[in-house]
Nanobody
Framework: VQLQASGGGLVQPGGSLRLSCAAS????????IGWFRQVPGKSREGVSC????????YYADSVKGRFTISRDDRNNTVYLQMNSLEPEDTARYYC??????????????????WGQGTQVTVSS
């Protein structure tokens, strides 16, 4: 499985970005797909993920109400719409999969694939 993330960049506080993750390859050995982020020197933080079977979602408390995850099953693509961005959202965002549910993996644990990531910088 290959995961290609895109859509990162530099944005001012209060701005928006939409990240995309294109999944390819077989076998499709995962049931959850989503995003975690990481800042150098800090541990991985699960951001948001979604079940590919029933659409169940997980959001970190820090992004609830600001970020929305969605999926396009026909194109095997997952999106993360990020609104009202804050400097604290600055990190490298990685697309990742898990064979555990969003409620268990929290987009952080039991990951079996992840990509190279895309940098998001929120600064004035």
């Amino acid at each position: 499985v290959q995961l290609q993330a895109s859509g990162g960049g530099l944005v001012q506080p209060g701005g928006s970005l939409r990240l995309s993750c294109a999944a390819s390859g077989t076998p499709k050995d995962y049931s959850t797909i989503g995003w975690f982020r990481q800042v150098p020197g800090k541990s991985r933080e699960g951001v948001s993920c979604i079940s590919i079977s029933d659409g169940t979602t997980y959001y970190a408390d820090s992004v609830k109400g600001r970020f929305t995850i969605s999926r396009d099953d026909r194109n095997n693509t997952v999106y993360l719409q990020m609104n009202s961005l804050e400097p604290e959202d600055t990190a490298r965002y990685y697309c990742a999969t898990s064979n555990w549910s969003p409620e268990i993996s929290h987009c952080r644990f039991h990951l079996n694939h992840w990509g190279q990531g895309t940098q998001v910088t929120v600064s004035s």
